[in-house]
Nanobody, 118 residues
Framework: QVQLVESGGGLVQAGGSLKLSCAAS????????MGWYRQAPGKQREAVAT???????NYADSVKGRFTISRDNAKNTVYLQMNSLKPDDTGVYYC????????????WGQGTQVTVSS
């Protein structure tokens, strides 16, 4: 069984910072891509940032220059440093991992709430 456990969400004022963490555990053979997605109330889930096992990164235009994704392959953990937060960043942030257990597939965390007040 594979689990993704997120931590680090919370309430912060606009302009503040938060750091999210997500650790993958279980019978994992290999992880290719890890990433963060978010869903605001009434909106579809969107990709925020992704990082491959080779450290190639991709960011949504709305967070470029403010958010930084990083990864510790030895710990199967991905991080999202969020700076200069805006109210529009509010939402539930989900961790994702595309990994191989018995076959390649996506796994999702339970989500962590990020609320940015104006």
């Amino acid at each position: 069984q594979v689990q993704l456990v997120e931590s680090g969400g919370g309430l912060v004022q606009a302009g503040g910072s938060l750091k999210l963490s997500c650790a993958a555990s279980g019978s994992i053979a290999s992880i290719h891509t890890m990433g963060w997605y978010r869903q605001a109330p009434g909106k579809q889930r969107e990709a925020v940032a992704t990082i491959t096992s080779g450290a190639s990164t991709n960011y949504a235009d709305s967070v470029k220059g403010r958010f930084t994704i990083s990864r510790d392959n030895a710990k199967n953990t991905v991080y999202l440093q969020m700076n200069s937060l805006k109210p529009d960043d509010t939402g539930v942030y989900y961790c994702n991992a595309y990994l191989y257990r018995d076959y390649w597939r996506d796994y999702w965390g339970q989500g962590t709430q990020v609320t940015v007040s104006s």
